[in-house]
């Protein structure tokens, strides 16, 4: 169960996914629907509609969480209950009490479940950090058991003195993005930044990087792919460097690979990241990664490897290090060649995913 939110037929990756998990075991999904109609479901998928206003639906969701994992427990009779996402562990655990179920839960954690409150949305989530930690905090205790993406996320769970039972990436669908042979890097200089434009993505640092860097390359461009409540620190961007700034809301897989193809290096300067997608699409491509040394990024990039580090919240460090992979063109390729090579360590197929978790179920008994 998540509160992730499905929209049926499911995309891609998800149907990959699903269908996988479903050869090896019998499925039952209660996550959120997308969009504003009733809440659509079948068989497998039992999605709950959103709750107006928006500023309420999360509230809503984890107060009634309890029940209705009751009521699952009680009609589908698991033998485990898979959550993705920390912010669940104890509403599902008083859902598993109040049904007297013996299911086993697995808390399935995907990054650092600090982050949605303190970097992420309006003052009001922010407000609830500390709440929101101590009744994470208590469900992550209580669990039966943790799975992790990786070293950055086993580590945050060992400090709350839990001990992962198992720690794999999960399954992306990266076919938009894996080529037969990459392209050279382009002839303009040019930068890619994608993710939503919140705090911890650290979109002020990269603006602040930007105004230092681009009077140093002046025929380099930054492109920015993402929406967000930090939208007007781009717009005043486009404003001071109209020829220098692009920013597209959103771009499909396809025109987000032509546009790691049409770009020297993906800048990446978050304050917190889990094990970031775009990381491995832009090595996909054979792109070098300019990131913070925050997070999950160094559990994938490697300090003149396959990208370049820097200390978080410095942006005169970031603008040097974006000038030096814009203008270092034989340095810059090696880099490039590293990242191509990175990619494959952390790719794995819905059947390998499918597997490692019916082996990790297997393992609570």
């Not at 912010?87 to 109040?98: I, S």
């Not at 198992?166 to 303009?188: K, T």
């Not at 770009?263 to 917190?272: I, W």
Request: charged residues 30%.
């Amino acid at each position: 169960m998540s509160r992730t939110r499905y929209r049926l037929p499911l995309d891609r990756t998800a149907k990959q996914k699903f269908d996988a998990l479903e050869r090896v075991s019998e499925v039952r999904v209660l996550a959120s629907a997308e969009g504003d109609e009733a809440a659509p479901g079948d068989d497998t998928f039992h999605l709950v509609a959103p709750v107006r206003p928006r500023l309420l639906d999360g509230l809503a969701f984890h107060l009634a969480l309890p029940f209705r994992v009751m009521r699952e427990l009680r009609d589908f009779r698991p033998d485990v209950v898979v959550i993705q996402g920390a912010h669940d562990a104890l509403g599902v655990m008083l859902g598993r009490k109040a049904a007297g179920s013996d299911a086993r839960v697995v808390a399935d954690l995907h990054g650092d479940w600090r982050a949605t409150t303190r970097l992420y949305g309006s003052p009001f989530r922010r407000a609830l950090a500390p709440l929101v930690d101590s009744v994470t905090r208590i469900g992550l205790r209580r669990v039966d058991g943790v799975r992790t993406l990786s070293e950055f996320t086993s580590t945050l769970v060992r400090e709350e003195g839990v001990e992962p039972v198992a720690e794999f990436p999960a399954f992306v669908d990266f076919s938009a993005f894996r080529a037969s042979r990459l392209c050279a890097l382009p002839a303009r200089p040019a930068l890619l930044f994608v993710g939503v434009l919140e705090l911890y993505k650290a979109v002020d640092v990269l603006c602040e990087a930007w105004r230092l860097a681009a009077p140093r390359v002046p025929d380099a461009e930054l492109r920015i792919v993402g929406r967000g409540s930090r939208l007007d620190l781009v717009q005043e961007l486009l404003a001071d460097l109209p020829r220098q700034t692009r920013w597209y809301p959103v771009l499909p897989p396809a025109e987000i690979a032509l546009e790691l193809d049409e770009s020297t290096a993906l800048v990446l300067p978050s304050r917190s990241e889990g094990l970031p997608r775009i990381v491995l699409e832009a090595f996909c491509r054979g792109r070098p990664v300019v990131g913070a040394s925050a997070g999950g990024i160094v559990d994938l990039v490697r300090d003149e490897e396959n990208g370049v580090l820097v200390d978080p919240e410095d942006a005169e460090a970031l603008a040097d290090a974006l000038v030096d992979v814009l203008m270092e063109r034989e340095r810059t390729e090696r880099l490039a060649a590293g990242a191509a090579a990175s990619a494959d360590a952390w790719l794995i197929t819905p059947e390998e995913f499918a597997e490692r978790m019916r082996s990790l179920v297997a393992s609570l008994d």
